[in-house]
């Protein structure tokens, strides 16, 4: 297999830096720029497999939405199999949920992902065992938030978990411009120069807009959770997971 490309989008200096999306161009380099800017990226994806084999139970449903290229899709086929679990690895961009259809036909495993090419606000959710918001709902407009984590709730069956990871705002602001610096070295140390960053923090703005960790926990409660821990915290990014 060949290695992931690097991503190298914001390397040069652009005339203009247009918002960011998730088209062909950024689906090339995904694995890459995931992997080097998302700190505990590869430690979540060992942790999701051990929660599915401790939440999801044959007969039910997995939804994994805003999948990108399916990695946790994937990852959690790989954990279950062979159990027959249909997991829904539900995504806007046309071109991720395309590369990942493509995957799953060029592999040799009856995985039963099916790739879904829709809003998460169209997809119901029904008798699902874990659900999966990777660094999803910050691209979310705020205002669906709650509604979708309703509906998430109330597909879930009995005991179930939804795991949700997120690059989280800090109220404090000395502790926000701590961590926005440390995450800034850590993405230099990952081999991102500082225009890479730069306009890549560009790029985000009014695309990505992050809640802070008393939002989310309150939306949580919301949505009905009453069972909510931190699975791991890295910098700025958080993961939860809720349990029904
Ligand atoms: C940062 S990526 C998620 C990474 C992925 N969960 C993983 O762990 O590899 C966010 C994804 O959410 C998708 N997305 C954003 N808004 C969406 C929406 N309203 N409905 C469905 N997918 C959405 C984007 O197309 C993108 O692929």
Redesign the pocket.
């Known amino acids: 297999m060949s290695p992931p490309k690097k991503d190298r989008i914001y390397a040069d200096k652009l005339v203009e830096v247009h918002g960011f999306e998730?088209n062909e161009e950024v689906a090339d380099v995904f694995p890459d720029m995931?992997r080097r800017s998302v700190p505990g990226?590869e430690v979540l994806g060992t942790l999701l497999q051990i929660i599915a084999r401790r939440f999801v139970s044959e007969g039910t449903h997995v939804y994994?939405?805003?999948?990108?290229?399916g990695?946790?899709s994937l990852g959690i086929a790989e954990a279950l199999y062979p159990e027959r679990v249909k997991i829904f690895a539900?995504?806007?961009?046309p071109v991720?949920i395309q590369r990942l259809a493509g995957k799953l036909e060029s592999l040799n495993r009856d995985f039963r992902i099916s790739p879904v090419c829709?809003?998460?606000?169209e997809i119901s959710i029904e008798n699902a065992s874990l659900v999966?918001l990777?660094?999803?709902l910050q691209?979310?407009d705020p205002v669906k938030r709650d509604a979708l984590l309703m509906k998430i709730y109330s597909g879930m069956t009995q005991g179930s978990a939804m795991l949700l990871?997120e690059k989280i705002m800090h109220e404090q602001v000395d502790e926000e411009s701590f961590m926005q610096d440390l995450h800034d070295r850590y993405k230099l140390a990952q081999g991102y120069s500082d225009l890479e960053i730069s306009q890549k923090r560009e790029a985000l703005e009014n695309v990505m807009v992050r809640d802070t960790d008393t939002h989310h926990l309150e939306r949580l409660r919301r949505a009905g959770f009453s069972r909510i821990y931190v699975l791991m915290k890295h910098l700025n990014f958080i993961s939860y997971i809720a349990i029904k």
Request: glycine share 4%.
């Open positions: 998730f995931i990226y994994d939405l805003g999948c990108s290229l990695t946790a539900v995504d806007n961009s991720m829709c809003d998460v606000s999966i990777n660094y999803t691209f979310i990871s």
